[in-house]
């Protein structure tokens, strides 16, 4: 439900676009994120940061793109959300004990500490990656294809990745006592 739930944003926009254009659809989708941060505040009492980074570049980008009225703005909001992303992992080699992929996740699945480091990595290549496949589409096809890639392309590949994650962590995994129990 988290997951459709983080999705309420891109659905709207896509929804929206499909109905109406790029303006209307980027409206939407500012309106909705500001909702899904606030809906998620009065659940919880507290802000989850992708949320909030979300809503900052989608306010900024999404209102250049209303304003100006060029959608190249909102165009460029998943490359810099994903590169966003990217660097933060990558910097997590740099700073702090653990990396972010390790903080994230050791709560869930136990993996020896090199396995973290080179996941780490592997989400830190796939955040650029996508940011700039992103912005190659952008560039490069129609605005109707580029929406259909930021709400199909990206949304799959980043399934893709996570069905390929886990497969890469099952060789790794440590047997716990409290997954033993379980069994």
Known sequence: MKFLFDLFPIILFYAAYQLYDI?????????????????????????????????????VFGGLTLLLRDPIFIMWKPTLVNWLFGIVFLGSHFIGKRTIAERLMSKAITVPGPVWSRLNMAWTTFFLLVGALNIY???????????????????????VFVFGQAFFLSRYMEVTEENEQGK
């Open 23 to 59: 303006y209307v659809a980027t409206a939407v989708a500012i309106v909705a994120a500001f909702a899904q941060t606030g809906l998620f505040w009065l659940k919880t009492r507290r802000f989850e940061n992708m949320h909030l980074i979300v809503l900052g570049i989608l306010v």
């Open 137 to 159: 589409v952008a560039y490069h096809f129609s605005e109707e294809t580029w929406v259909n890639f930021k709400m199909f392309g990206i949304i799959g590949l980043t399934l």
